[in-house]
């Protein structure tokens, strides 16, 4: 099963860039990493997937290694309300997910 | 608007008295998902259904059923619910399973 890895906790200060860092050694080659987020108590927000290549949106962008062992998510200048838990998670087989505990990333003012 | 709907948002029930959380989505979606939140353990998924009449076991998916017999809802059943199934529980859908999936706002259920 395609799991992932995070860091428990980050800060980032306001203005400044959040790197949030995520491994996962064991996916197969046609499994897409996608990042997720949650603001308190509510539902899960998508924020940006990609498979090999680096992606970038609105949101953020997704940096993903060559041998696609891990991962990384920018948001390029963090405010306050970007504080929220970060999910990394990659579709296991037979199209489940697994969202693991996810980085509690705090902002700091 | 397209949102996922989820009824009821808070439920205090007791040990053993079946009860329906409901799940609608309104955006034609194939994917539909049960997940349940606690805390320590992140989002866990339940079961999942790929399509009408398709469904599958996630994580955890004991004493929980589901069923899928129109494309927009996909309720969870609680046969006989438990304490250790106090918990807070979303439902999200997708077009396919590998798009991005939408989650609805969550129910917050005590079993006593």
């Known amino acids: 099963d395609a799991k992932t890895t995070q860091p428990p906790s980050m800060d980032c200060a306001e203005g400044r860039a959040a790197n949030l860092p995520c491994n996962h050694s064991?996916?197969?080659?046609?499994?897409?990493v996608y990042w997720y987020r949650q603001i308190h108590s509510q539902g899960p927000q998508y924020i940006i997937h990609?498979?090999?290549n680096n992606e970038t949106n609105e949101m953020a962008s997704l940096i993903i290694t060559e041998d696609r062992k891990s991962s990384t998510l920018i948001l390029p200048h963090a405010t306050l309300r970007d504080t929220a838990v970060y999910y990394c998670?990659?579709?296991?087989?037979?199209?489940?997910?697994?969202f693991g505990t996810g980085t509690s990333l705090t902002v700091i003012p | 608007e397209a949102q996922v709907t989820q009824n009821p948002r808070y439920l205090i029930t007791v040990t053993g008295k079946k009860l329906t959380v409901t799940c609608s989505q309104n955006?034609?979606?194939?994917?539909m998902s049960w997940y349940r939140q606690d805390p320590g353990l992140g989002l866990r998924q339940i079961y999942y259904?790929?399509?009408?009449?398709?469904?599958d076991k996630g994580d955890v998916p004991e004493g929980y059923k589901v069923s899928r017999k129109e494309k927009r809802n996909f309720p969870l059943i609680l046969e006989s619910p438990s304490p250790n199934q106090t918990s807070l529980y979303f439902c999200?859908?997708?077009?396919?399973?590998?798009?991005?999936?939408?989650f609805g706002p969550g129910t917050r259920l005590t079993v006593l």
């Open positions: 955006m034609n979606h194939e994917y």
């Open positions: 259904s790929m399509n009408v009449e398709v469904t």
């Open positions: 998670i990659v579709i296991g087989p037979g199209n489940q997910f697994y």
């Open positions: 999200a859908s997708s077009l396919y399973s590998f798009n991005e999936q939408f």
């Open positions: 064991t996916i197969s080659g046609n499994e897409y």
């Open positions: 990609g498979l090999k």
